[in-house]
């Protein structure tokens, strides 16, 4: 269990620094179109087009990072009311729902990622399904965690969601 725990934590650690370097990309691009606007004319078509694609990556890998933090918004009125045993069973019916829609979009996902293979989108030599592709692989992630969280909540585990740096978020 020792080395799936390192192997997930290994994992969060690649994607934060995806996110860091699609950012990095995304602020090069919407300087890129600054420049191009009101300074000098650069050779790029469709900036625009890839600044949306960097962005959708960075959400989807995001919300994917914010639940195996436990730090997705939720209205948590109840809790707060509730034993510590209750809190942890209505997490855990939680985090089965989610698995639950994440899967079904998952699936549902899939046949728009196919389709847009051999769609480019407009001014770019970049299929549709890249964007589309974010979030299967976002799903792909969630589902990974939430599975992961599941189980540990199965063994007896609990957690405490309050703050990222808390503890650990269940993975």
Same mark, same amino acid.
């Given at each position: ?64 990072? %914010? =639940?195996? &933090?436990?730090? /997705?918004?939720? $209205?948590?009125? #109840? ?9 942890? !069973? ?12 994440? %899967? =079904?979009? &998952?699936?549902? /996902?899939?046949? $728009?990622?196919? #389709? ?9 030599? !970049? ?12 799903? %792909? ?31």
């Amino acid at each position: 269990m020792r080395f799936f725990r390192t192997l997930i934590n290994a994992v969060e650690t690649l994607l934060q620094w995806l996110i860091a370097a699609l950012l990095l990309l995304l602020l090069g691009i919407v300087v890129a179109m600054f420049v191009d606007r009101h300074f000098i004319t650069l050779p790029m078509a469709a900036p625009d087009q890839y600044a949306r694609i960097a962005l959708v990556w960075i959400c989807f890998i995001g919300f994917a990072l %914010a =639940v195996r &933090a436990g730090v /997705t918004i939720r $209205v948590d009125m #109840i809790d707060s009311r509730l034993p510590s045993f209750w809190r942890n !069973v209505l997490a855990g019916c939680f985090d089965v729902i989610l698995f639950i829609l994440v %899967a =079904v979009l &998952a699936v549902k /996902t899939w046949p $728009v990622v196919q #389709i847009g293979i051999d769609q480019l989108l407009l001014g770019t030599d !970049v299929p549709a399904a890249v964007p589309s592709a974010s979030l299967l692989v976002g799903c %792909a992630l969630m589902l990974i965690f939430l599975a992961v969280r599941i189980v540990r909540r199965v063994r007896g585990e609990t957690f405490a969601f309050h703050s990222h740096h808390d503890t650990d978020p269940g993975v």
